[in-house]
């Protein structure tokens, strides 16, 4: 199987990361000398806080103060020992009062709430469960849930709260699994919503075999009784539910903590629990802290503290209700979430309110969908009204000016999170007479001197190349072989060009560029649903074709007209092809214009390497080796191909019968069967024949001397500069035993040569093998923008899951 360079979901992560950081918007540095709770120190100015989650604020408080100094003054800084050996008195102290807190359940307590979830899930899952995530659950529980998939154990994800699909995972793997675990948050800590406890109480009384696991590291403190969050009392009735959060937060300390139901899951989590065995207890200072607090939970302070909370909480939602902003966050939590649709918008307006003196966070991919951007802060008792009111005035004054001055559609972002629009849409178009926008859906549209001499050099999208596309993609029986069209050239009042390119539509696999082991157990569910993870999409260029799609004239002084213009008339592509996914593709490095993508909420990510061979004329086999700076090269295209090339008849055809069509398109099966590197649907079968009709395209025919059957065909584009090798077919059967793969690259150049062409196109995959040849690898990467990560983050699911799992 050929290798290729796949994108990693952590570089994805830190570019994201990166490109925040470098807008300062993310990875800012506090440089306060105390901390009171009410303001951060940020580049040398007082900010008030509205981004840190000590709800309560209890970080100062005097009796949680004096008891971290008792422990600390009589204990010192660490009890270096594993708790499986001894456990310190004053955590016996810390875990009976929490265990009051949840009503007298068992409780242990961790050094974090990540700990705590890679203890309890790691020695609570067994082989024989089912774990079903919510999407939106925490990161630090779905990161244990990825090592429970190495034991065996199935690891499915439901889109967020919907009940309906929860339920039918259940019904599907209810005869298959012991257990079957759903895995939510108690309060969701990005948009602030809640579980829908309800329907998840009928459902654990109508299924015994389901079991709940909530994290309400964002609920516990501020809100149930004595603290206890916002999901215990509904819960605690039941031994089939886990409830774990956090010393942070509410809480106002450090650690993690784990509520059973069940005595004897207790049992086994205290007596071992994995991680927690080999994991140092919390220090004296921090039991110290949290028994403070446990015993100001324990006090009828707290209804005060939480009263006061909830007072601010209401007074700033009927603010945010007058000012009718896209607020998507439950009213019941202070957590906020002000959508913005796109990136830039979204950085706008958190530059603008921080400018204000207030610091706010920035909620962005992958965390939300691209264009599902926004600015999220948090509600705190340090936070006065006075503050809310500075805040309130800051979002509804500046939320309108970044979406002005970004030039995004004020209509759409409401549309977008499903709040009702009862505003004026300040939307700036695109000054008319100076740039215009042109679209068409057939290349035969477009005069075919403008367009090839923008294209002809780049691959096979030439413009009688996407003639021959169009209606190899058009009238077919299935819905993933038919595309659609779209060409944009964009031209000022001269008529100059300023940027052409063009899109096809269609479905796509949405694990194409992921891991072949990913895509292969894909593959297998997709026997039952053909369309199982598949979007709508609508990509530059096409799976038919490689290059550089995009023309920009770098040197016209409208340029950033052109990309606004530009960026708006893919959104209505969108639109009308009704696409989910939006994939701009094949740039490589030097690509000036990053920064434009990046601010309308595109994602880079990488693509496979392309293979490019420059032409240096030769005659002779020789003198094709003198071009070969290395010996060990050399000596492998003699050894593998040289040595064998008398063995084989290489013909090279321009037609040929539908029998030889049949047999090359079958080849090519052979090949696409097995390898799952670029993951995309078969081609039609129709597409050997209909290129055989148009001059450009070429077939290479190797069989073996003197034999009957082709056993090799490359289907090859001849520009007017270059050599573009679309799609190999392959006898397996010779491809070791007479290195059939190695000897069609070279006879690929060879005709390349012969035909005086001045570059090949090797395309992807197979990087080590096409540089022994002369293939200068370059690195590719695209531009990606989901409408819902659901399907991204089910992908991700499967990396570490056991092929053989049920």
């Known amino acids: 199987m050929a290798k290729i360079k796949h994108t990693s979901t952590y570089d994805v992560i830190d570019h994201v990361a990166t490109t925040a950081k470098k807008n300062n918007v993310m990875h800012l540095s506090s440089q306060e000398e105390a901390f009171n709770g009410e303001f951060l120190k940020i580049n040398d100015k007082d900010l008030i806080n509205f981004g840190t989650c000590g709800y309560l604020g209890l970080e100062k408080h005097p009796h949680i103060l004096a008891k971290s100094h008792d422990l600390l003054d009589r204990y010192g800084s660490h009890f270096s020992i594993s708790r499986t050996y001894v456990k310190a008195s004053y955590q016996d102290e810390l875990e009976n009062l929490i265990s009051k807190i949840f009503d007298n359940h068992p409780v242990i307590t961790f050094t974090s709430t990540s700990v705590a979830h890679q203890s309890v899930i790691g020695t609570i899952i067994q082989p024989s469960d089912l774990i079903i995530l919510d999407q939106q659950v925490h990161y630090s529980v779905q990161y244990p849930c990825q090592f429970a998939k190495l034991q065996g154990t199935m690891v499915k994800m439901i889109r967020h709260n919907s009940m ?116 140092h207890p919390l220090s004296p200072a921090n039991v110290g802290a949290a028994i403070g607090s446990a015993e100001l939970m324990l006090s009828d302070q707290i209804h005060t503290y939480q009263k006061e909370l909830k007072d601010s909480m209401e007074y700033l939602n009927i603010k945010l209700e007058e000012l009718n902003l896209t607020n998507t966050s439950s009213n019941e939590t202070p957590i906020y979430f002000i959508g913005t649709g796109s990136v830039k918008v979204a950085q706008n307006l958190v530059q603008r309110v921080l400018s204000d003196g207030l610091y706010v966070n920035t909620a962005t991919f992958p965390v939300v969908p691209n264009d599902k951007t926004g600015l999220r802060f948090t509600l705190t008792r340090h936070n006065t009204k006075e503050h809310i009111d500075t805040l309130v005035d800051s979002i509804g004054r500046n939320f309108y000016i970044a979406v002005d001055e970004e030039k995004e559609d004020l209509e759409k972002i409401y549309k977008t999170f499903n709040v009702p629009f009862k505003g004026k849409n300040v939307e700036k178009l695109i000054e008319k007479g100076n740039i215009f926008v042109e679209t068409y859906n057939h290349i035969d549209e477009i005069d075919i ?244 009709t ?82 200068n690898t370059i690195p590719l990467y695209a531009f990606v923008k989901l409408d819902d990560t659901f399907n991204m983050e089910v992908i991700e699911s499967f990396s570490n899951m056991k092929s053989n799992t049920k």
């Open 164 to 279: 309906e699909m929860l339920e039918e995972f259940i019904k599907r793997g209810y005869n298959q699994y012991e257990k079957i675990w759903y895995m939510a948050d108690g309060v969701y800590s990005m948009y602030g919503d809640l579980p829908n406890k309800k329907e998840l109480l009928y459902l654990l009384e109508k299924y015994p075999k389901l079991h709940l696991y909530f994290d309400d590291a964002h609920g516990v403190g501020w809100t149930g009784i004595n603290g206890s969050g916002s999901v215990f009392e509904h819960f605690k009735q039941s031994e089939r539910v886990i409830l774990m959060s956090t010393l942070a937060k509410g809480f106002g300390c450090i650690g993690g903590i784990a509520v059973f139901n069940d005595s004897e899951m207790h049992r086994k989590v205290n007596i071992y629990g994995g991680i927690l065995a080999y994991t």
């Open 449 to 692: 001197h403008l367009w090839d001499y923008l294209f002809k050099d780049n691959g096979s999208y030439s413009h009688n190349g996407l003639r021959c596309l169009e209606e190899i993609f058009s009238n077919n029986e299935k819905l993933e072989e038919n595309w659609g069209f779209h060409y944009v050239i964009i031209k000022d009042k001269n008529n100059e060009v300023l940027l052409a390119t063009f899109f096809t539509s269609g479905l796509y696999k949405d694990d194409m560029l992921s891991l072949e082991n990913i895509s292969m157990q894909i593959e297998k569910q997709r026997e039952q649903d053909p369309y199982y993870l598949c979007s709508k999409t609508l990509a530059m260029g096409s799976l038919f074709t490689e290059g550089n799609h995009l023309f920009v004239n770098e040197k016209h002084a409208s340029i950033n007209e052109v990309f606004s213009a530009f960026f708006k008339e893919v959104e209505k592509l969108k639109k009308v092809t009704d696409a989910t996914v939006v994939f701009l593709r094949d740039f490589q490095s030097d690509f000036k214009y990053i920064e434009y993508f990046e601010k309308e909420g595109f994602v880079k990510i990488n693509m496979p390497n392309v293979n490019i061979i420059p032409i240096q004329s030769w005659q002779t086999n020789e003198d094709f080796l003198k071009q070969i700076p290395s010996k060990n090269n050399k000596r492998n295209i003699e050894r593998y191909v040289l040595k064998y090339e008398d063995q084989f008849d290489i013909t090279f055809k321009e037609t040929i019968s539908s029998k030889e069509a049949e047999h090359y398109y079958n080849l090519f099966q052979n090949v696409k069967k097995d390898n799952y590197a670029v993951n995309y649907f078969k081609y039609p079968p129709k597409i050997t024949q209909i290129l055989s």
């Open 694 to 775: 148009y001059e450009e395209w070429e077939f290479m025919d190797i069989k073996l001397k003197g034999g009957d059957e082709t056993i090799c065909c490359v289907w090859s584009y001849k520009g007017d500069t270059h050599y573009s090798p679309l799609i190999m077919g392959l006898n397996y059967e010779y491809v070791e035993s007479m290195n059939l793969y190695k000897q069609a690259i070279f006879q690929l150049v060879k005709r390349a040569n012969s035909l005086k062409k001045e570059k090949v196109f090797l395309g992807y995959s197979a990087d080590y093998e096409k540089q022994k040849y002369g293939a």
